[in-house]
């Protein structure tokens, strides 16, 4: 008995050494990486190529979307185009084609299940495998809970969040089976601050960068290096053409143009950033809103004054 209790305060002294070694490790590797992210501020790291990449980009009809797709083939992507609306879908593929890049054109409603699943068996029957996705998809759903009667939300829900998932089942397998490839989620500012009278959008959007967080994290989990997560928030009433604004001070946020929005997306994606927004800089602000106090994050919204009527 009398040795029992120098052995107890031995494993109790190790089991504290331990510890503070892996608080140490956890420490210095945490500064490491801060420091790591201040340099590539100045110096990013190398564009990869997506040449011959196979990139299936949702909603390619109009707008960034469309601008995604065109420049990827450009880059010497292959690129598989998806709409609904077979028009505009067929129109993004010719201005591709005359321009000498490779493009297919795929008319899918993807808010239900059974058109995913024939998306993607069509997709590996024709072209293999989808190497990237660009998920542009979107549908703004202005309402207060406080303010407005209550809507169906459904359709908001069913297309930025649910057939994300349908898309994940069936596209994603294979890019782990050959450990390659890159998922691109596209939120709206949304996904960072609530915005006034967006409710079911704000809601939609930040359980879209949960879910692309919660797949980094999977990723990593299962050490499945070779596939890529990015997470890219996008201003709207930065796009022109996406909105008519109502802003305290116009001049702070300026806008830019759908084929300016898709050059900045593609150029974070081709770095391997995880998280990014359009215009870039702003990306700091909602990192901002987020570790400060509610009263603080409050009254920048106020100054701000970040309305926005979607179109």
Not at 170 to 177: E, G, Q, S, V
Not at 247 to 252: E, N
Request: with cysteine.
């Amino acid at each position: 008995m009398h040795f029992m209790f120098p052995i107890k305060m031995l494993l109790r002294l190790y089991s504290l050494c331990i510890l503070m070694v892996d608080i140490i490790w956890v420490v210095m590797n945490a500064i490491l990486a801060v420091l790591q992210s201040c340099y590539q501020v100045f110096k990013p790291p190398p564009l990869k190529s997506v040449r011959l990449e196979t990139a299936l980009v949702i909603g390619s009809g109009r707008g960034v979307g469309r601008e995604i797709a065109i420049q990827l083939s450009e880059l010497g992507a292959i690129v598989l185009c998806v709409d609904k609306n077979k028009a505009n879908n067929d129109d993004t593929v010719e201005i591709i084609k005359r321009k000498g890049g490779s493009a297919a054109a795929f008319t899918c409603d993807i808010t239900r299940q059974d058109n995913v699943k024939k998306l993607a068996l069509d997709v590996k029957k024709d072209l293999g495998f989808a190497t990237m996705i660009f998920y542009c998809c979107g549908i703004p759903s202005p309402r207060s809970l406080l303010t407005q009667p209550p809507q169906n939300i459904q359709d908001s829900l069913n297309l930025t969040l649910t057939a994300y998932f349908w898309l994940l089942d069936y596209f994603m397998p294979d890019m782990i089976a050959k450990n390659h490839g890159h998922i691109v989620a596209l939120t709206s500012v949304a996904g960072l601050s609530y915005i006034k009278d967006q409710l079911p959008l704000s809601v939609a959007q930040f359980a879209v960068q949960g879910l692309a967080e919660s797949l980094m994290e999977d990723l990593r989990i299962h050490k499945v290096e070779g596939v890529h997560v990015t997470l890219t928030h996008i201003y709207p009433f930065i796009v022109e053409e996406s909105s008519d604004v109502r802003l305290k001070i116009p001049s702070y946020f300026g806008t830019i143009t759908p084929a300016q929005a898709a050059s900045s997306i593609l150029d974070s994606v081709r770095r391997n950033y995880h998280s990014a927004s359009v215009p870039k800089h702003l990306l700091y602000l909602g990192h901002l809103l987020r570790v400060l106090p509610r009263k603080a994050t409050v009254l920048i919204r106020d100054l701000l004054d970040t309305g926005v009527d979607f179109a």
